[in-house]
């Protein structure tokens, strides 16, 4: 079992940056890839941003692509979510997720793929 505690959010202007953060803790495996989504109201889960276990590759949604940059700490069992340039449509709960499922071609684009998830934290980007 794994649980997976997101800090860093809050309100900041449009063009402003942020910082998330993902501690994961419990019984984890050596081997897992780490996961952003983002919650919108009455909306599916929106892919953000992945990392395989070992950092080697980076994945992100097209709409973040060169704003957003994901990073982790596998001696903190952390991954981290810079995000820059923020817009108003950056608004969101982020949460972070846990995937043992890495197989297939396009993984990190899927909620199917990850096995553990954060409650969230909120970002308000203000126009």
């Known amino acids: 079992q794994v649980q997976l505690v997101e800090s860093g959010g809050g309100l900041v202007q449009a063009g402003g940056s942020l910082r998330l953060s993902c501690a994961a803790s419990?019984?984890?495996?050596?081997?897992?890839?780490m996961g952003w989504f983002r919650q919108l109201p009455g909306k599916e889960r929106e892919f953000v941003a992945a990392i395989t276990w070992n950092g080697g590759n980076t994945y992100y949604a097209d709409s973040v692509k060169g704003r957003f940059f994901i990073s982790r700490n596998n001696a903190k069992n952390t991954v981290y979510l810079e995000m820059n340039s923020l817009k108003p449509e950056d608004t969101a709960a982020y949460v972070c997720?846990?995937?043992?499922?890495?197989?297939?071609?396009?993984?990190?684009?899927?909620?199917?793929?990850?096995?553990?998830w954060g409650q969230g934290t909120q970002v308000t980007v203000s126009s």
């Open positions: 997720a846990v995937s043992y499922s890495t197989y297939s071609d396009d993984w990190y684009k899927s909620a199917d793929s990850y096995d553990y």
């Open positions: 419990g019984r984890t495996f050596s081997h897992y890839a």
